[in-house]
């Protein structure tokens, strides 16, 4: 079945510096891929999902790019915010009724 | 103003003894969905249904029922309870259509503890 793999567990970063969380995927198919962030005690949100036409999506100043070729859609921002800190989800979707496969997780830490 | 409503918030269990978890939506999606996050797991996928018919089920235990009477509403009837069932039970939304890829909405979940 599909699967996604988060390697880091837990990332501490300094406010400023650049944040990228890594996500590989494996799957029959061509799987849409998002991110979604939680934030503590809230609920799951998307943050970015990956385009068909391989335009790079962002948003908060967060971008992944889908490469098919080696199976990452690796999460990036230039610079780490203390707002930042959550948790982080890759996750795949190879069919209709968004049956979501989720990675480990990533918890971000941002210090000032 | 929530769009997924789940009650309750937080829940306290005896082992062996049943609880429903309930569960609306009112973004006008076609279709809902439980996810299960716990301390071992990250989140996974239970039960999708779609008008109130059952879509997909990846969860092995039959003591995990999902229950639909409207539309836009499904509870999730947990018999039996076991301490590994302990998490944080989430109930989703989305609107799907033929390309796949859509967002899924979350609720705020339903935080389970069984002792």
């Known amino acids: 079945g599909d699967s996604v793999t988060q390697t880091e567990g837990l990332v501490t970063l300094t406010e400023g510096l650049p944040v990228m969380l890594n996500c590989t995927y494996q799957s029959t198919y061509s799987p849409f891929l998002f991110w979604y962030v939680q934030h503590l005690n809230e609920a799951p949100k998307l943050l970015l999902k990956?385009?068909?036409?391989?335009k790079r999506p962002e948003h908060q100043g967060f971008h992944a790019t889908l490469h098919k070729s080696s199976s990452s859609f690796h999460l990036q921002k230039s610079s780490a915010q203390l707002s930042d800190s959550a948790l982080y989800y890759c996750?795949?979707?190879?069919?209709?009724?968004?049956?979501?496969?989720f990675g480990q997780g990533t918890s971000l830490s941002v210090v000032p | 103003d929530p769009k997924i409503i789940q009650k309750p918030k937080y829940l306290v269990a005896v082992t062996g003894s049943e609880k429903i978890l309930i569960c609306e939506q009112y973004?006008?999606?076609?279709?809902m969905y439980w996810y299960r996050q716990s301390a071992k797991k990250p989140l996974e996928f239970m039960f999708s249904y779609s008008y109130q018919k059952l879509m997909d089920n990846q969860t092995a235990s039959s003591r995990f029922q999902p229950q639909s009477s409207k539309k836009n509403h499904l509870d999730l009837q947990i018999t039996a309870l076991k301490p590994d069932d302990s998490a944080t039970y989430f109930c989703a939304s989305s609107q799907e259509d033929r390309g796949g890829g859509t967002e899924v909405f979350f609720g705020k979940g339903t935080r389970l503890t069984v002792v």
């Open positions: 973004l006008g999606h076609n279709a």
């Open positions: 996750a795949s979707s190879s069919s209709s009724f968004s049956k979501l496969v």
């Open positions: 990956s385009f068909t036409d391989n």
